[in-house]
C-alpha cells in the first residue's frame, strides 16, 4: 500500500490484489463557508484509506452470498 499525494488536495491508495486493482482516494475541500478548519494529516488520511481497504478487501474474499444485494435471484 503506497498512499500519496498532498493532504489538502488528494490521498490515493492503490492496492494490486490478484487480477484487480482496488483504488480509494480522499479528497479534502474545506470545511465550508465561513469556517476556518485545517485539513487532517496526512498521516491520519493514510491511517483511514489503510483500514478502510483492509476491510474492503477481506470483505471482497468472503465468498458470494445468495442474499447479496444486487444478486439475479433466477441463480
Partial sequence: MDPSGPVGDR???EVRA???TYEMSWSWWGAGLGKEKKPPSKS???GW???DTRAALKA???P???EA???DPST
Avoid: N, Y
Fill in 11 to 13: 490521498v490515493m491508495l
Fill in 18 to 20: 490478484g487480477w484487480m
Fill in 44 to 46: 491520519t488520511v493514510i
Fill in 49 to 51: 484509506l489503510k483500514e
Fill in 60 to 62: 471482497l474474499k468472503k
Fill in 64 to 66: 458470494d452470498s445468495k
Fill in 69 to 71: 444485494p444486487g444478486r
